[in-house]
């Protein structure tokens, strides 16, 4: 198996405290950071405010940086909801005629206009609904196209059949090519993937993939003492944030971008024994099936 466990944290203080020197502390309270380590054992720490307007910090922690305030971006459709506090981060929305669907919105999109007219106005989490354009033709085409649809796949299938039975037309069978950039799970993959990786290789490649600086910084604030929980979290959040389509073919590429050409070959090997064993698995049963 790939997976292992790499999410214990070792430290020898009772459980909310931290090791600071030959002491262990308390944390700092919400909306400021660590500045000194205590000097006596069980005492608090010196603290600081976080920077206003610019940092903030929600829960009690133990590191000495506070996190930066997330910035609504004008150029991806976004504007401030609520302003960022020394507890709490800002709060973004879609601007007017911009709308996004996405459980977490990195930017909005506009909204779409209606030629033909509005069955549903866009609001800041749906897109507009428009009306379909009328026409006598619809159904005919309606008919017409799943007819020459089939008949494509009939005389593809044909062809193709006889060009792969034929040993001297130099085309193999497509059962025998290994599949290209599938779109599979990869989240059974995500820790031992982490493992194999810098600290560093894995915030590069989760910000030439579109993960924000503050989530980066957030996800070493909530895990600062943990530093492989801290490299399987942000990929975690890339693969949510990205959507399982395409996302292979992006790991592939970006390992291959930051030099980590070995991993990528090593995940490419491993995924594609994965897929013809499953593959493999179910004709083995369609035929035991088959023959009952």
Known sequence: MLRRNVRETETSCPEGLYRGGEFCCQPCQPGKRKHLDCTTSGGKPICLPCAEGKEYMDKEHYSDKCRRCALCDGGHGLEVETNCTWTQNTKCRCKHNFYCNASVCEHCDPCTSCEHGI????????NTKCKQKSSKYRLLWLIIIPVLGVTFVFIYKKYWKRRQ?????????????????????????????????????????VRENGIPETKIDEIRNDYFQNTAEQKIQMLQWWYQSHGKKDAYHTLIKGLKKIN??????????????????????????????RLE
């Open 119 to 126: 069955l549903e106005e866009c609001t800041r989490t749906s």
């Open 165 to 205: 039975d034929d040993p001297e037309s130099g085309i193999s069978n497509p059962e025998n090519k290994p599949m290209i950039f599938p779109d599979v799970d990869l989240s059974k993959y995500i820790p031992d993937i982490a493992e194999r990786m810098a600290l560093d290789q894995v915030r590069k490649f």
């Open 260 to 289: 980590c050409c070995a991993l990528a070959e090593e995940i490419q090997t491993k995924i594609q024994k994965d897929i013809e064993n499953s593959t493999s698995d179910n004709r083995n049963e369609n035929e035991r099936q």
